[in-house]
């Protein structure tokens, strides 16, 4: 394979590679072609081991002393704790969505600084900005609608057309 090819990851099938491990620790690094010249390759950091494997549907685990090709179907769902994250903030971002978390938030700052008399003028400015900004979205949002060129959709038509194509399906499961 030439430099210059692309590959996709789907076309590759079972056959040798090389098995690349960092030198410092024996970890598993990646996968490669393999070279008829190891001495190509950076041995100053690395380790490799030539391993029958098909990077389509195997992965190597465990280190350069002690590793196997294993299939993917066979292992665990792996998740990060991101990944839990972002579903987490995507759903409170899609109930309160940052420019309501933020008028909230300096309603009541607004609020109890009045109450307490002081003055936050950061406050009001920013929420000066955020209204202006909001009032400027909307009259964008109606010349979209209103344009034969643009096939503008809600939030609520985005949703729907969502729930229509997943009805009866993992979103309505509920733990």
Same mark, same amino acid.
């Given at each position: 394979m030439f430099d210059n090819e692309e590959r996709n990851i789907d076309d590759l099938g079972q056959g040798t590679y090389l098995a690349?491990? !960092?030198?410092? !620790?024996?970890?598993?690094?990646?996968?490669?072609?393999?070279?008829?010249?190891?001495?190509?390759l950076n041995h100053d950091l690395f380790y490799y081991k030539r391993v029958v494997i098909n990077p389509?549907?195997?992965v190597v685990l465990g280190n350069y002393v002690n590793?196997?090709?294993?299939?993917i179907q066979d292992l665990p769902?792996?998740?990060t704790e991101e990944q839990v994250d972002v579903l987490?903030?995507?759903?409170?971002?899609?109930?309160?969505p940052i420019e309501k978390q933020l008028n909230i938030l300096s309603g009541a700052i607004i609020s109890l600084s009045e109450k307490l008399g002081v003055?936050?003028?950061?406050?009001k400015e920013m929420q000066s900005f955020i209204e202006e900004v909001l009032r400027i979205n909307k009259i964008r949002k109606m010349s979209y609608m209103d344009n034969p060129d643009y096939d503008y959709k809600t939030e609520d038509d985005v949703r729907l057309e969502f729930?229509?194509?997943?009805?009866?399906?993992?979103?309505?499961y509920e733990e």
């Open positions: 690349q491990f !960092n030198k410092a !620790n024996g970890v598993f690094t990646t996968i490669i072609d393999d070279v008829e010249d190891l001495e190509l389509s549907t195997q590793f196997n090709v294993v299939n769902t792996s998740i987490a903030r995507e759903k409170i971002v899609s109930v309160y003055e936050i003028p950061e406050i729930y229509l194509k997943h009805e009866g399906g993992i979103l309505e």
